[in-house]
């Protein structure tokens, strides 16, 4: 969060929040601070999805895929390639100014440049060679211990998750 924008105290900051279950067991609430004013576009389009204003979002939608020591995957409101954003297929990477510094960190999946859409994940560790290929939008505030939780409990080498994590609700906290 070292990047500063010259009007990063004019701009509200969104903060997410993901409610997760594996299985259908409650694993608890994640809350993720979003930066439009480093990469609006990006945010809005993670916010959105949380909301589900659009008419889709990421409520219902799974972590398909949990790395240990790495990172947990999800969003894939098509159930299916994950090809979908609000501005349509795929939209540009903004900039690369905030990096994959700490754990926590909320980035863009992608496959390749210029092809961010709806799945996202979240590191539990640093993971710098992803600088300058994935876009860093958000930082998990509230909930990383759960994270970290997941991503060793159920994670798997090849990545697999060993249990279905589900985001089973979602929105902005206002």
Same mark, same amino acid.
């Given at each position: 969060?070292?990047?500063?924008?010259?009007?990063?105290?004019?701009?509200k900051r969104p903060r997410c929040y993901m409610d997760l279950t594996a299985n259908d067991l409650p694993l608890g609430r994640v809350v993720i601070d979003v930066?439009?004013?480093?990469?609006?576009k990006t945010a809005e389009n993670f916010r959105a999805l949380c909301t589900g204003e659009k008419g889709f979002g990421y409520q219902g939608t799974r972590f398909h895929r949990i790395l240990p020591g790495f990172m947990m995957q999800g969003g894939d409101?098509?159930?299916?390639?994950?090809?979908?954003? +609000?501005? @349509?297929?795929?939209?540009?990477?903004?900039?690369?100014?905030?990096?994959?510094?700490?754990?926590? !960190? %909320? &980035?863009?999946?992608?496959?390749g440049p210029d092809t961010n859409s709806c799945q996202f994940f979240i590191t539990v560790d640093v993971a710098g060679?992803?600088?300058?290929?994935?876009?860093?939008?958000?930082?998990?505030?509230?909930?990383?211990?759960? +994270?970290? @939780?997941?991503?060793?409990?159920?994670?798997?080498?090849?990545?697999?998750p060993k249990m279905n994590v !589900? %985001? &089973?609700?979602?929105?902005?906290?206002?």
């Open positions: 969060w070292r990047v500063r924008t010259f009007c990063h105290e004019l701009i930066r439009p004013d480093v990469v609006p409101v098509t159930h299916g390639d994950g090809f979908r954003s +609000i501005y @349509g297929e795929h939209f540009f990477d903004e900039n690369f100014l905030l990096e994959h510094e700490e754990a926590g !960190v %909320v &980035s863009m999946a992608n496959s060679w992803l600088d300058g290929t994935s876009v860093v939008f958000g930082k998990v505030t509230e909930g990383l211990p759960l +994270i970290k @939780g997941i991503v060793e409990e159920y994670g798997t080498s090849g990545g697999t !589900v %985001v &089973s609700n979602c929105g902005e906290l206002l």
